[in-house]
C-alpha cells in the first residue's frame, strides 16, 4: 500500500463512521489499525468484519513478538545539482 492508497482508506473509514480508527503504514503491505480513546480496536472489527475485510486481505492481532522491518523513506527533490554529484 502506498500513501495514497493508505490515505483513501483511512477516508473511507472515516466515512463510515469510524472517525476515532487510524489507518498507520508499517512495511510494504502491512498496515497498523490503531484506535483513540479507550475502545478496543478488535471488538469493532470483529463487530463490522465484513466491512474492513473490504479494505483489508488479512487481520491479526499485533504482538510484541511480530517482526516487522519498519523503514520510512523520504523523498527529496534538489534544484540545481548536477547529476555527477549524486554519486559522491
Not at 25 to 36: A, E, G, K, Q, R
Request: charged fraction near 25%.
Amino acid at each position: 500500500m502506498n500513501g495514497a492508497h493508505i490515505f483513501l482508506v483511512q477516508q473511507k473509514i472515516k466515512d463510515a463512521r469510524f472517525e476515532n480508527v487510524r489507518v498507520i503504514p508499517m512495511d510494504d503491505d502491512n498496515v497498523f489499525l490503531s484506535i483513540y480513546g479507550k475502545d478496543d480496536i478488535m471488538t469493532i472489527i470483529t463487530e463490522v468484519s465484513e466491512y474492513f475485510n473490504l479494505f483489508f486481505s488479512g487481520l491479526c492481532r499485533w504482538s510484541k513478538n511480530d517482526e516487522l522491518k519498519y523503514e520510512r523513506g523520504e523523498r527529496l527533490r534538489l534544484y540545481a545539482i548536477p547529476l555527477h554529484a549524486w554519486n559522491t
